[in-house]
């Protein structure tokens, strides 16, 4: 049983240090042609964009959440906003009404059917040659339009992600939370430079209208139309560009609760659109995503069940062990601890997993030093790997349950957002130009 187990974890374990490695690689290959831009510029062309803004019970933060558009260094003739209560049950279609006499902004109502429903919505009012849409819950830095439509300059480029950051983490796990985003956009970069993007995130993801003219609108797709719509487009040859440099603040789950709902409904979304996207897999005609996208997010998924599982069953077996020897020789408190190098573990396991997580702490702090522009150590980091290390088994099993009862997950539970994060975050905006009243 034991040498089974040890030739898996090795076989997992060399996968995903390849992963990191390949990932690695790619970035020393290509830093140079990350672009950070830290001054302000400006386009020879701007091209209109419409951005929708879909919502559901955000009374609390709907107001910062256009705010924050509307002071876009955007030209205001070329940026217009479509704002969509999808059957709020709170105070939502009240503050939005406060916004429907600006000429660049367009409120609707409609009953409750899902956040895909209100962007196709929003889609069938859209007008303008690009199109994006941002959460409710997110803030833009000023620039990130901007920054965004420069990689349209190349007429194959079709859609654009954007950088999401934790704003002013509040706690340990809101730090844990900033760490991973941080590593996010390491990741998203290498994928771009690597054609093997597989998620154009809400936050402030643009488009060219025409991926919806050609390909149809957003599908409900397991409560993950972002991901769906990204599988969508690589199946179609559609290329997904990433620019680190546009900013999206967020408000992170303030609480273990809150983070739970949000990964199982990622996690379930992602096996889903990978159960209905199973004939990429492996198929040359779709390169990257084919063979190195999907199959590292399954492997991901698999090391961690695998991992959580030996741990259980190396703890088990330990109790059993230790009772065993309790129950021959008793129970003594007389002898002397000492210690010994003797009893440090030097399997060729314990330092497989020093390197799998001196990669991880690697892409970390280059994340981290692609939005600081310098590479710096914190706690951040620690609690990520210690928090995440012991949380991700438990939702990464809840999702593989509910996906194979086809159990959905909610977006909407996830709504109960950290309303002093977000008067933080709002604060932090308007310091820096980003958000025109708090």
Same mark, same amino acid.
């Given at each position: 049983?034991?040498?089974?187990?040890?030739?898996?974890?090795?076989?997992?374990?060399?996968?995903?240090?390849?992963?990191?490695?390949?990932?690695?690689?790619?970035? !020393?290959?290509?830093?140079?042609?990350?672009?950070?831009?830290?001054?302000?510029?400006?386009?020879?062309?701007?091209?209109?964009?419409?951005?929708?803004?879909?919502? %559901?019970?955000?009374?609390?933060?709907?107001?910062?959440?256009?705010?924050?558009?509307?002071?876009?260094?955007?030209?205001?003739?070329?940026?217009?906003?479509?704002?969509?209560?999808?059957?709020?049950?709170?105070?939502?279609?009240?503050?939005?009404?406060?916004?429907?006499?600006?000429?660049?902004?367009?409120?609707?109502? /409609?009953?409750?059917?899902?956040?895909?429903?209100?962007?196709?919505?929003?889609?069938?009012?859209?007008?303008?040659?690009?199109?994006?849409?941002?959460?409710?819950?997110?803030?833009?830095?000023?620039? *990130?339009?901007?920054?965004?439509?420069?990689?349209?300059?190349?007429?194959?480029?079709?859609?654009?992600?954007?950088?999401?950051?934790?704003?002013?983490?509040?706690?340990?796990?809101?730090? *844990?939370?900033? +760490?991973?985003?941080?590593?996010?956009?390491?990741?998203?970069?290498?994928?771009?430079?690597?054609?093997?993007?597989?998620?154009?995130?809400?936050?402030?993801?643009?488009?060219?209208?025409?991926?919806?003219?050609?390909?149809?609108? %957003?599908?409900?797709?397991?409560?993950?139309?972002?991901?769906?719509?990204?599988?969508?487009?690589?199946?179609?040859? &559609?290329?997904?560009?990433?620019?680190?440099?546009?900013?999206? &603040?967020?408000? +992170?789950?303030?609480?273990? /609760?809150?983070? &739970?709902?949000?990964?199982?409904?990622?996690?379930?979304?992602?096996?889903?659109?990978?159960?209905?996207?199973?004939?990429?897999?492996?198929? /040359?005609?779709?390169?990257?995503?084919? !063979?190195?996208?999907?199959?590292?997010?399954?492997?991901?998924?698999?090391?961690?069940?695998?991992? !959580?599982?030996?741990?259980?069953?190396?703890?088990?077996?330990?109790?059993?062990?230790?009772?065993?020897?309790?129950?021959?020789?008793?129970?003594?408190?007389?002898?002397?601890?000492?210690?010994?190098?003797?009893?440090?573990?030097?399997?060729?396991?314990?330092?497989?997993?020093?390197?799998?997580?001196?990669?991880?702490? +690697?892409?970390?702090?280059?994340?981290?030093?692609?939005?600081?522009?310098?590479?710096?150590?914190?706690?951040?980091?620690? %609690?990520?790997?210690?928090?995440?290390?012991?949380?991700?088994?438990?939702?990464?099993?809840? +999702?593989?349950?509910?996906?194979?009862?086809?159990?959905?997950?909610?977006?909407?539970?996830?709504?109960?957002?950290?309303?002093?994060?977000?008067?933080?975050? /709002?604060?932090?905006?308007?310091?820096?130009?980003?958000?025109?009243?708090?």
């Amino acid at each position: 049983m034991a040498s089974i187990s040890n030739i898996i974890f090795f076989i997992l374990t060399f996968l995903c240090v390849y992963v990191q490695v390949f990932f690695l690689l790619t970035f !020393f290959e290509k830093k140079k042609k990350i672009l950070i831009r830290k001054e302000s510029f400006e386009l020879d062309e701007y091209l209109g964009v419409t951005v929708i803004v879909p919502c %559901y019970n955000e009374e609390k933060t709907i107001k910062g959440t256009i705010d924050s558009l509307l002071a876009l260094d955007y030209p205001e003739e070329k940026l217009k906003l479509i704002v969509i209560d999808d059957g709020s049950k709170d105070n939502t279609w009240t503050v939005i009404k406060e916004f429907e006499k600006h000429p660049n902004i367009k409120v609707f109502r /409609k009953n409750n059917g899902g956040k895909y429903t209100a962007l196709n919505m929003g889609l069938l009012h859209t007008d303008t040659p690009f199109v994006g849409c941002l959460d409710a819950d997110s803030f833009v830095d000023s620039q *990130a339009l901007k920054r965004i439509m420069t990689y349209f300059e190349d007429k194959d480029t079709m859609a654009v992600a954007p950088s999401i950051i934790v704003d002013n983490p509040r706690n340990i796990l809101q730090g *844990a939370q900033k +760490a991973e985003y941080e590593m996010a956009v390491y990741n998203k970069k290498m994928l771009a430079f690597l054609g093997g993007i597989h998620v154009t995130p809400g936050p402030f993801s643009i488009f060219r209208k025409k991926v919806f003219e050609d390909l149809g609108p %957003y599908r409900h797709a397991h409560n993950t139309e972002d991901q769906e719509i990204a599988l969508r487009m690589q199946k179609n040859h &559609y290329k997904i560009e990433h620019c680190p440099d546009a900013y999206v &603040y967020t408000v +992170a789950p303030n609480s273990v /609760k809150k983070l &739970y709902r949000q990964r199982v409904r990622w996690i379930y979304g992602f096996i889903r659109n990978a159960i209905d996207y199973r004939r990429l897999l492996f198929n /040359k005609k779709y390169g990257t995503i084919a !063979f190195f996208t999907l199959p590292s997010g399954l492997i991901s998924v698999a090391s961690a069940i695998f991992l !959580f599982w030996m741990f259980l069953y190396n703890f088990i077996s330990f109790l059993i062990h230790k009772i065993s020897q309790i129950k021959i020789v008793g129970l003594s408190f007389t002898n002397n601890f000492s210690f010994d190098w003797f009893f440090f573990d030097t399997k060729t396991i314990f330092f497989v997993s020093i390197i799998l997580y001196t990669s991880v702490i +690697a892409s970390l702090l280059i994340g981290r030093s692609m939005i600081e522009g310098k590479i710096r150590f914190s706690f951040d980091i620690l %609690y990520f790997v210690i928090i995440y290390s012991a949380l991700a088994p438990f939702w990464i099993l809840k +999702a593989i349950y509910n996906a194979i009862r086809s159990k959905q997950s909610s977006w909407t539970l996830e709504r109960d957002v950290d309303l002093i994060g977000l008067a933080s975050c /709002k604060v932090e905006l308007a310091k820096k130009g980003n958000a025109t009243t708090i």
